[in-house]
């Protein structure tokens, strides 16, 4: 009986532990296999040597061979166009951010024009060539000079004149008995404006010429010299063109959303840095009809009084004009200049996109009318959103390195590194060396691009100290870099486009070499040049200086992050590492 006992017992302890089973153990078991599905739906696997490798499962690099590690840490659920900065990143680069803002208009709400001062071409006069010749010497030799009626201008040889003046000096001898042939030929002389001394010292003596010093017949300022000695002279054709600067125009820019805003007769303020503590009064005097389908603006003139010539030809001034319909405040949607990237035929800014971690996308905008330093916006931000507004360049440069619209990429896309001929992802050997970050050309001077070239090859100077792990030739160089920056001269820019893009990169690039040479670790200093060399691979994108730079890049650098850096040559010499991997990476980009 007692063994019938046990039996039973163990019989209900067998049968509660299958019911067990069956009730919890299988739906720990499917719980369990939920999570790994859930997991293997949004976990991605990388490689850190080769961050473009990314696949749903882990392995090995198809490249390098190494344990793929998990990628979801790093993206943090992003979205496709975002992307994050480290805080040890913003702080180096000094990325500051604002909210955008509406902000109530002044009484005198206006619109700010940016133009130039020209002359007056209604008080200008061409001195031209009256007979064909060649230039023996040239006594007005220099734009700005100032030219009187009667000053000598230039000696001209002609074959015309000698032949003429042989005629001359016959018909002088006949004069008595023929008059008509002397005045004949005279008035050939006064046809090409040759009259007066000259003349009778031909008649006096009875010998030619070689040759002639022509006059000035109008005064003013020079503005345009079209010979130079040697040169030929044709009649009819320009020799200098002088101008009164009493006066001069203040041609503004004007575009294509501003024009029903302006008439003419509008009284308008114009400034200029150069006299910064002055205010000029004039009037639009001319609107041009036709507008510019290359730039989207129309030409809106003002004359001014130049009496004390204070305005130069070429100055850069602002002009503040009143709306025409000016008479209620308005609210406007308003960002600082220096938030904003041009590329020619965009504007962009870098939003913030999380409010309390460094996450960053790029925003297309349109703007409106500007207003000191600031524009209004009319689409592609609202009031509260918050933007960059210091170290834009910087912000620009880290989405093109992680693959995101950027300034340049409207589509995104990572980052060519050179090793995806090996997963079969480039058809041609030629297209290894991939641009980066192709900025659009601007077109400028060779003296601005002479200047810059001097500020590269004391970047290649730091470069070449740091690749030696020579720390305080490091700071000088970067000292002497910011001199040689402050040494280029902006009034070589000749259009706003090139002033907007310039002034940006010019501020990122002196910060960055202050910080360098503020410090003697050589790790900080790295980094700081890696900011530094994304700074100056995109100037001489956007100026070129006239030589071939080569744009190089290790994958190793930065601790697996990534590294770029400028050179002459071809030849890798990695700055990153010092002697230790000298020959580590591989050109990336040729800027020409």
């Known amino acids: 009986m007692k063994n019938k006992n046990i039996v039973i017992y163990l019989g209900i302890l067998a049968f509660g532990l299958i019911l067990g089973y069956i009730f919890f153990g299988n739906s720990s078991n499917k719980t369990t296999h939920k999570h790994n599905e859930a997991t293997g739906t949004t976990q991605m696997w990388t490689c850190s040597m080769h961050p473009q490798i990314m696949q749903p499962e882990a392995g090995d690099c198809p490249i390098c061979g190494m344990d793929l590690i998990p990628a979801a840490s ?127 010292e031909v008649e006096q003596t009875g010998l030619v010429k070689n040759s002639f010093t022509i006059y000035s017949h109008v005064s003013g300022v020079v503005t345009e010299i079209a010979i130079n000695e040697g040169s030929h002279i044709m009649d009819g054709k320009p020799i200098f063109k002088v101008s009164n600067l009493n006066t001069v125009w203040a041609n503004f820019d004007v575009y294509e959303n501003q024009i029903s805003q302006f008439k003419k007769g509008q009284d308008i303020v114009v400034t200029t840095k150069a006299y910064s503590n002055k205010k000029f009064k004039g009037k639009v005097d001319f609107i041009d009809p036709i507008l510019d389908s290359k730039t989207r603006t129309v030409k809106l003139r003002v004359v001014l009084n130049n009496k004390n010539e204070l305005f130069k030809p070429g100055m850069f001034v602002e002009g503040k004009i009143k709306e025409v319909d000016s008479s209620v405040k308005k609210q406007i949607l308003s960002i600082p200049a220096s938030a904003i990237l041009w590329t020619g035929k965009r504007s962009v800014v870098y939003l913030k996109s999380n409010v309390n971690e460094p996450v960053f996308q790029m925003q297309e905008i349109t703007l409106g009318n500007q207003f000191g330093d600031n524009y209004q916006v009319l689409e ?81 100077e730091l470069k070449n100290a740091l690749a030696i792990d020579d720390v305080n030739e490091f700071k000088t160089q970067s000292k002497l870099l910011i001199a040689n920056l402050g040494k280029v001269d902006m009034k070589l820019l000749k259009s706003k486009n090139a002033h907007q893009h310039w002034m940006p990169l010019e501020k990122e690039l002196k910060a960055t070499a202050n910080l360098i040479s503020n410090t003697d670790d050589i790790k900080v200093q790295r980094t700081y040049f890696k900011h530094l060399s994304s700074n100056m691979a995109t100037t001489l994108e956007v100026f070129g200086i006239h030589e071939k730079v080569y744009h190089l890049y290790c994958p190793m650098s930065d601790n697996n992050k990534g590294a770029y850096w400028l050179s002459k040559e071809e030849k890798v010499v990695n700055p990153y590492f010092g002697g230790a991997m000298l020959t580590c990476g591989e050109v990336k980009q040729v800027i020409e």
Do not use: C
């Not at 002359?119 to 200008?124: A, C, Q, S, V």
């Not at 064909?132 to 030219?147: A, C, D, I, Q």
């Not at 297209?431 to 601007?442: A, G, H, P, V």
């Open 74 to 200: 790093s993206e943090e659920g992003l979205l496709a166009d975002q992307f994050k900065l480290s805080k040890n990143a913003m702080a180096l680069a000094n990325i500051q951010t604002s909210i955008v803002g509406k902000n109530i208009s002044n009484e005198d709400f206006g619109v700010v024009l940016s133009g130039k001062i020209t002359e007056n071409e209604d008080e200008t006069a061409t001195m031209p060539a009256h007979f064909n010749g060649r230039v023996e010497k040239l006594f007005v030799n220099s734009l700005g000079e100032r030219v009187k009626k009667g000053q000598a201008v230039a000696q001209i040889y002609s074959p015309a004149l000698i032949a003429a003046q042989q005629e001359l000096i016959t018909a002088y001898k006949l004069k008595a008995s023929q008059p008509q042939l002397y005045n004949a030929v005279k008035n050939k002389f006064k046809n090409w404006m040759i009259h007066g001394k000259q003349i009778e």
């Open 380 to 460: 592609g931000l609202n009031n509260g959103d918050e933007i960059v507004t210091n170290g834009t360049f910087t912000v620009d440069a880290a989405a093109q390195l992680q693959g995101k619209k950027s300034m340049m990429n409207k589509k995104g896309g990572k980052v060519m590194t050179g090793h995806e001929v090996h997963l079969g992802m480039e058809t041609n050997a030629t297209d290894t060396k991939k641009t980066l970050n192709k900025n659009e050309r601007i077109e400028v001077s060779k003296e601005f691009q002479n200047e810059l070239n001097t500020v590269f090859n004391t970047y290649i």
